[in-house]
């Protein structure tokens, strides 16, 4: 018997005591010394009478495994299901528009088009290839993410496109469920609340960081700061009960600033009211710097996340998880390998990653034409089989190939991410077996 390789031990997070933890089943357990030391012994020696149980535990639950066909396995049996996404939903993001009235420094859209909108003859065929779809694969759900560019700049769609989805789900005994991911400059409660007759979504705005940082990346195409804006904006939605999450974009030298922007929401009052807050490392797709530090670090890059998600939990603004929404949680690939996910662009091209939407030659079909689909380009070279015996390949998978695409203009290639999941995960794997076993210790971060 060999430990799986997707199997990662964390040592001495007690005097004597230590955690398996299964990356592929998000499932930890304890062991002693003597069980670890029989671990490496156990691949070359039958396991003594007085382990046998043990042994026999740590196989079922799928700690240890026969050999390495049988790990080959449990991943393709594991990458399978997590391609069913949520089962019996259809994940769609729409995106009316590739205008944005932002050029932010680092974002993949930056360099596309902004005058593109989705037209009225492509916005039936849109609504017509949805529900297609959603009934030849009889599904019963329905989640729309409303994206770009800036959606906000095209409210009427918003409204129209919400109303029509959410009766013909209604009409087909299903249900619809929307969310927005918006820069926020011109979301106002009148538009909000119009949304909310169509499903009670939830809008997702970023801030990046304090006033400095965020005027530093998030501005007008004239060069102006939208910091003050933004934030005022969101302090009057979450007062009005509107469902607001705050996202947020750093770079590794950023903890600073991040940890005041974090203050200033509990200074306003309204950290207690937002959905929650999430904070991830920039993928700058530029192919150079733009106005901070782009050259720290991985390790400094974990070292800032891990940091922040600490601060987040220790204030009480962790994201909010309520029935049915479950896209935030999922543990496993990202929608790009999701069989029910899709990513619809202005001119109707259908792809399976948001950040290649506007790259024609990227799309899988589009929504006039009645063939098939095609296997997205981002997969087709299927560039995670590289990464070897990576432990974290279950939940990974290449990491973010659009955003590597949009670097590198090559599909051939994987986003690693690894030293961000050995520190960020342990950080957060000894925390919940210590409250789950010892309330109230403190995390050991011996390696």
Not at 77 to 91: D, N, R, Y
Not at 293 to 306: D, H, I, N
Request: one cysteine or more.
């Amino acid at each position: 018997m060999q430990l799986s390789r997707f199997v990662v031990p964390y040592r001495n997070v007690r005097p004597g005591e230590h955690i398996l933890y299964s990356v592929l089943d998000d499932r930890y357990v304890g062991v002693d010394d003597a069980a670890l030391r029989a671990l490496s012994r156990w691949q070359t020696e039958s396991a003594a009478a007085d382990e046998r149980e043990a042994q026999e535990a740590l196989v079922a639950e799928g700690f240890l495994v026969a050999d390495r066909a049988e790990d080959d396995e449990r991943l393709r049996a594991h990458l399978e299901k997590a391609s069913q996404g949520v089962p019996g939903t259809m994940f769609v993001t729409l995106m009316p528009t590739l205008q944005c009235n932002l050029a932010c420094n680092y974002c993949f859209q930056k360099e596309h088009p902004a005058f593109t909108k989705m037209s009225s003859p492509t916005e039936d065929a849109t609504l017509e290839w949805i529900l297609r779809t959603v009934d030849e694969r009889a599904l019963r759900k329905l989640h729309v993410h409303y994206f770009g560019g800036e959606p906000t700049t095209r409210k009427d769609y918003c409204l129209r496109t919400a109303e029509i989805l959410s009766a013909s789900m209604a009409a087909r005994g299903g249900e619809f469920s929307w969310e927005m991911t918006t820069n926020g400059v011109l979301l106002d409660v009148e538009f909000a609340v119009a949304m909310r007759r169509y499903g009670d979504g939830i809008f997702k705005i970023t801030l990046d960081g304090d006033k400095e940082t965020h005027d530093r990346e998030r501005i007008y195409r004239d060069g102006r700061g939208t910091f003050e804006t933004i934030f005022a904006n969101v302090v009057e939605l979450v007062r009005a009960g509107v469902r607001v999450r705050i996202g947020g974009n750093f770079f590794p030298d950023q903890l600073a600033s991040f940890e005041r922007l974090l203050e200033r929401l509990e200074q306003a009052g309204v950290a207690g009211l937002l959905e929650g807050v999430k904070f991830k490392p920039i993928v700058d797709t530029q192919k150079y710097g733009v106005g901070t530090c782009t050259g720290c670090s991985s390790k400094q890059e974990a070292q800032t996340l891990v940091q922040l998600n600490k601060n987040i939990e220790r204030r009480g603004m962790a994201l909010k998880q309520h029935q049915g929404e479950t896209l935030e949680s999922l543990l496993g690939p990202c929608e790009l390998h999701w069989k029910n996910n899709y990513t619809i662009d202005p001119d109707g091209h259908v792809y399976k990653c948001p950040a290649v939407a506007g790259l024609p030659q990227m799309a899988v079909t589009q929504v006039a034409e009645k063939q098939g689909e095609k296997i997205a380009p981002l997969v087709e070279l299927r560039p995670w089989e590289q990464c070897g015996d990576c432990s974290y390949m279950p939940v990974c998978v290449g990491g973010c190939l659009g955003g590597e695409f949009l670097k590198t203009g090559r599909t051939d290639k994987v986003h690693c991410k690894k030293e961000i999941f050995e520190k960020s995960f342990r950080e957060t794997v000894v925390r919940r077996y210590l409250a789950e076993f010892y309330e109230g210790e403190q995390v050991n971060q011996a390696a």
